[in-house]
């Protein structure tokens, strides 16, 4: 059997990815459950956060949000018994790829999987529905008449934030970094119900014209807004190209409202002393934003496989709805897999086995 293996060099640059031959284990433990594989998402790996901590391996497994029928069970599993149809993530210290025709996982890393839900769509949104609930709910204690601005709206962990946070009853401002973004979020609609918008306001910061610090104070009468959420922070006022249109840090303590939130995903961000004062001043709070604490730490594992089956409800009734890449088929995964890694692919890219 073959899987997906990251070849670690010395920096991440050098990371190549290889197709391995791997072996199941032919008998479970206790709680384990043996899975066939039907699809599995692609997202970026952390080889930092592999190195933090410590994981000794050459080759680290690749492919984590799965899908798939229960296949065999452990002689202590409660939840699955075969031909059941679940959805999970790999734990982060899996030897296994998940784009195996099978995978062995602990039971309480998988939840069921709604009938009327398809495969592609579960493995493509359970990690950024993941990532939206940790950031609003656990972090930012979103509540119904808050105001909120996600930054780089139209990425898959932005649409599903946005659709999430609207559902919960949360007034919603975006930023587009493209035109064809901008286009895209403001004809954003719920599935059911008033067709209205889902985004109050989207900041085309992709416009020199358009000052993302003044849009938001002027949508929320210079009050500022209750939740931050960023996709990456710009620290110095020079940095790459790439990163051109990130907010500045300075920008998003100003526009951040008395008692708001700032989750952000920047995890080599640093505050100045003035940029302490005034977020004491607000009273306001930074959090950063790890979805992997929930599979690195087993003291919350019952709020974990809450979340994990609400999303999945969500998915199946149309209120949360993924963007994605069409299915790729598995000879490809390779070439697909070094894209996501570059970051090259804009929507969410799902092997279909």
């Not at 104070?217 to 996709?231: A, N, P, R, W």
Request: hydrophobic residues 40%; negative net charge.
């Amino acid at each position: 059997m073959k899987g997906l293996y990251c070849k670690l060099g010395e920096t991440a640059a050098d990371a190549k990815f290889v197709v391995r031959e791997t072996n199941v284990p032919s008998a479970l433990g206790s709680n384990q459950v043996k899975v066939q594989v039907k699809a599995c998402a692609l997202s970026p790996l952390d080889i930092k956060l592999h190195e933090d901590l410590k994981f000794q391996r050459d080759l680290v497994p690749v492919g984590r949000e799965i899908v798939g029928i229960v296949l065999q069970v452990g002689p202590k599993v409660t939840f699955f018994q075969p031909d059941d149809e679940v959805v999970g993530i790999l734990p982060l210290d899996t030897a296994m790829s998940g784009l195996c025709d099978a995978v062995v996982i602990n039971e309480h890393h998988l939840v069921q999987k709604p009938e009327k839900l398809s495969w592609v769509e579960a493995a493509g949104a359970i990690r950024d529905g993941l990532r939206a609930y940790t950031a609003l709910h656990t972090l930012a204690r979103m509540a119904s008449g808050h105001t909120l601005l996600v930054l780089d709206g139209a990425s898959p962990f932005g649409v599903l934030s946005i659709q999430l946070a609207h559902y919960h009853g949360v007034k919603v401002l975006a930023s587009a970094l493209s035109s064809e973004d901008q286009k895209f979020l403001e004809q954003l609609r719920p599935s059911v119900g008033v067709r209205e918008s889902l985004v109050a306001r989207v900041i085309g910061v992709w416009d020199a014209k358009v000052d993302l610090v003044d849009s938001c104070l002027e949508e929320t009468g210079g009050l500022g807004v209750d939740i931050v959420m960023d996709s990456g922070v710009r620290l110095h006022e020079e940095e790459p190209e790439a990163r051109c249109l990130l907010p500045y840090k300075h920008d998003i303590i100003t526009l951040i409202g008395v008692g708001g939130h700032w989750v952000t995903t920047e995890q080599n961000l640093q505050l100045d002393p003035p940029d302490s004062r005034s977020l004491f001043l607000k009273a306001a709070s930074l959090s950063f934003l790890n979805e992997e604490v929930w599979g690195a730490s087993s003291a919350r594992q019952g709020r974990y496989l809450h979340i994990m089956k609400d999303i999945v409800e969500k998915l199946s009734t149309g209120t949360l709805r993924p963007q994605l890449e069409d299915p790729v088929p598995l000879y490809d995964a390779t070439v697909s897999m070094e894209m996501v890694q570059k970051n090259q692919v804009r929507k969410r890219l799902v092997i279909q086995l």
